[in-house]
């Protein structure tokens, strides 16, 4: 699985914002890989600037020096839906006539073709859903009578409503920051406040970040996650809450995944924090799946706060045991099964004088298509493991998302393919226990039914139409 993307913006008057925002990314840029850029307005111009790579490929001192302003959008990406290329990294900028927004998208829209055609848009004329946006935002642009400092979120209380799917957007025009998750909030987004002074003078800006650290590292404070469903418009007049899709279409469904997998550890989603969340998921886990074993390891990275939470509950000893390069980027995602080995031996090096001669539990978050669990597996019996007991902080995952998460068809999925017991020995372990949906509804706090959370990929259930038939 890969992350999708990460929004950043900033409203922060009398500063300079280019640098926050560059920082801003940086902590963001987990959720994607593939392509980062930044938009800045003084107020007359908006620059914008996007290139292929990880954040400090595509920005050096020199290229924040340009980008003057005091409000800012940053985007790092992942493609979920249109091509890898230049075209399709973010913001994505519209210009009208003497009116112009740069608009930044983390999530998919599940009716992008629907739309389109609806429009009578040809085949090309849109690169991918977050260029639907912007495209939709625009024609609406057109129309207006005089453009006007409403005509952003006149237009987005226009478009809003026709989107589908998976969407927390962030946008800015030349006076206003925007920010917007869709009625499910299936991706999370949060606001948060900046204080900071212009010559000697006290002033407060406005923040809106995937995720909370992105906050804390430029010093700002969060407020609140934005509620599903809900527009913050932040600019002169100071912040603005509306709620364009009305109540009866907000029910929240928060990507389980952000918990088990997506977020970074520090990061609070639903009030909650991912690390403690992940820590009792393998509490549960050694619960309910526990095995004599003398040392338990983490896959890294978000296996290993599950590992420690594991090692707690059964009394196993804590121990690293794979190594990780964290300076691997987007090269070694490769697409193909023969390169995607190779890249797991580029990520994660065994710590053979931990490991040899031991009875390992191991534990990672899920088992996609089982090629990069069955190659870790190896690696570990070939540095001399006596046993690889298996066991991940998830249940299995046989659905694909449609939702903002780069999975496989449902083929390719190898718990949709075989038993637990089927896929123990495609990966080569000597035991395999997954944690149960009950138990990670526990750790993530929601009943039974899992309301508010979005766990489709487990269940096959969707709370929001998909594209295809499954
Ligand atoms: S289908 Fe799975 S990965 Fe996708 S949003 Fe739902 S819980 Fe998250």
């Given at each position: 699985?890969?992350?999708?993307?990460?929004?950043?913006?900033?409203?922060?008057?009398?500063?300079?914002?280019?640098?926050?925002?560059?920082?801003?990314?940086?902590?963001?840029?987990?959720?994607?890989?593939e392509s980062?850029g930044?938009?800045?307005?003084?107020?007359?111009?908006?620059?914008?600037?996007k290139e292929m790579g990880?954040?400090?490929?595509?920005?050096?001192?020199?290229?924040?020096?340009?980008?003057?302003?005091?409000?800012?959008?940053?985007?790092?990406r992942?493609s979920?839906t249109g091509r890898s290329t230049w075209d399709n990294a973010q913001?994505v900028?519209?210009?009208?006539?003497?009116?112009?927004?740069?608009?930044?998208?983390?999530?998919?829209?599940?009716?992008?073709?629907?739309?389109?055609?609806?429009?009578?848009?040809?085949?090309?004329?849109?690169s991918s859903?977050s260029d639907?946006?912007?495209?939709?935002?625009?024609?609406?642009?057109?129309?207006?009578?005089?453009?006007?400092?409403?005509?952003?979120?006149?237009?987005?209380?226009?478009?809003?409503?026709?989107?589908?799917?998976?969407?927390?957007?962030?946008?800015?025009?030349?006076?206003?920051?925007?920010?917007?998750?869709?009625?499910?909030?299936?991706?999370?987004?949060?606001?948060?406040?900046?204080?900071?002074?212009?010559?000697?003078?006290?002033?407060?800006?406005?923040?809106?970040?995937?995720?909370?650290?992105?906050?804390?590292?430029?010093?700002?404070?969060?407020?609140?996650?934005?509620?599903?469903?809900?527009?913050?418009?932040?600019?002169?007049?100071?912040?603005?809450?509306?709620?364009?899709?009305?109540?009866?279409?907000?029910?929240?469904?928060?990507?389980?995944?952000?918990?088990?997998?997506?977020?970074?550890?520090?990061?609070?989603?639903?009030?909650?924090?991912?690390?403690?969340?992940?820590?009792?998921?393998?509490?549960?886990?050694?619960?309910?799946?526990?095995?004599?074993?003398?040392?338990?390891?983490?896959?890294?990275?978000?296996?290993?706060?599950?590992?420690?939470?594991?090692?707690?509950?059964?009394?196993?000893?804590?121990?690293?045991?794979?190594?990780?390069?964290?300076?691997?980027?987007?090269?070694?995602?490769?697409?193909?099964?023969?390169?995607?080995?190779?890249?797991?031996?580029?990520?994660?090096?065994?710590?053979?004088?931990?490991?040899?001669?031991?009875?390992?539990?191991?534990?990672?978050?899920?088992?996609?298509?089982?090629?990069?669990?069955?190659?870790?597996?190896?690696?570990?019996?070939?540095?001399?493991?006596?046993?690889?007991?298996?066991?991940?902080?998830?249940?299995?995952?046989?659905?694909?998302?449609?939702?903002?998460?780069?999975?496989?068809?449902?083929?390719?999925?190898?718990?949709?393919?075989?038993?637990?017991?089927?896929?123990?020995?495609?990966?080569?372990?000597?035991?395999?226990?997954?944690?149960?949906?009950?138990?990670?509804?526990?750790?993530?706090?929601?009943?039974?039914?899992?309301?508010?959370?979005?766990?489709?990929?487990?269940?096959?259930?969707?709370?929001?139409?998909?594209?295809?038939?499954?």
């Amino acid at each position: 699985m890969r992350e999708a993307c990460g929004v950043f913006g900033v409203y922060a008057p009398g500063a300079s914002v280019a640098r926050l925002t560059f920082d801003g990314l940086f902590a963001l840029q987990h959720r994607g890989q593939e392509s980062a850029g930044m938009a800045v307005s003084d107020g007359e111009t908006m620059t914008v600037v996007k290139e292929m790579g990880l954040v400090t490929a595509v920005f050096d001192e020199r290229t924040i020096a340009s980008l003057v302003g005091d409000l800012a959008l940053g985007h790092v990406r992942y493609s979920t839906t249109g091509r890898s290329t230049w075209d399709n990294a973010q913001p994505v900028y519209r210009s009208v006539g003497a009116a112009g927004f740069s608009l930044g998208h983390n999530g998919n829209l599940t009716n992008t073709a629907q739309l389109a055609a609806s429009l009578g848009m040809l085949p090309g004329v849109v690169s991918s859903d977050s260029d639907l946006i912007a495209e939709l935002l625009a024609r609406r642009f057109l129309v207006a009578p005089e453009p006007d400092e409403t005509l952003l979120v006149d237009a987005l209380m226009d478009v809003l409503p026709l989107l589908e799917g998976a969407f927390s957007l962030a946008l800015i025009d030349e006076a206003q920051l925007v920010a917007v998750r869709d009625p499910h909030g299936f991706r999370p987004l949060c606001l948060g406040q900046l204080t900071y002074f212009v010559a000697g003078q006290e002033r407060r800006g406005w923040v809106v970040a995937s995720e909370s650290p992105a906050l804390e590292v430029i010093g700002a404070e969060l407020v609140r996650e934005i509620d599903p469903g809900e527009m913050i418009v932040a600019d002169h007049n100071g912040v603005k809450s509306s709620h364009p899709f009305g109540a009866e279409r907000v029910e929240p469904r928060l990507c389980v995944f952000e918990f088990v997998y997506f977020a970074r550890p520090d990061s609070r989603l639903e009030g909650r924090e991912v690390y403690a969340t992940r820590r009792h998921m393998g509490e549960l886990l050694a619960r309910r799946s526990p095995v004599d074993a003398d040392l338990v390891i983490g896959v890294p990275d978000s296996g290993v706060a599950a590992a420690e939470g594991y090692a707690l509950a059964s009394g196993v000893p804590y121990g690293q045991g794979l190594i990780k390069n964290r300076y691997i980027g987007r090269t070694f995602i490769a697409p193909t099964p023969e390169a995607r080995l190779s890249g797991v031996r580029r990520k994660l090096n065994p710590l053979r004088a931990s490991i040899a001669g031991k009875r390992l539990v191991v534990i990672d978050d899920s088992i996609v298509r089982g090629t990069t669990t069955r190659e870790i597996v190896r690696m570990l019996r070939e540095s001399g493991a006596r046993e690889v007991h298996l066991r991940i902080s998830s249940p299995p995952f046989a659905w694909p998302c449609f939702y903002g998460i780069d999975t496989p068809v449902r083929e390719e999925l190898i718990a949709s393919r075989m038993p637990v017991d089927g896929v123990c020995a495609h990966v080569g372990a000597d035991s395999l226990g997954y944690l149960s949906l009950e138990d990670l509804m526990t750790a993530v706090g929601a009943d039974s039914e899992g309301t508010g959370f979005c766990r489709a990929c487990l269940t096959g259930i969707y709370p929001a139409p998909v594209p295809i038939d499954l």
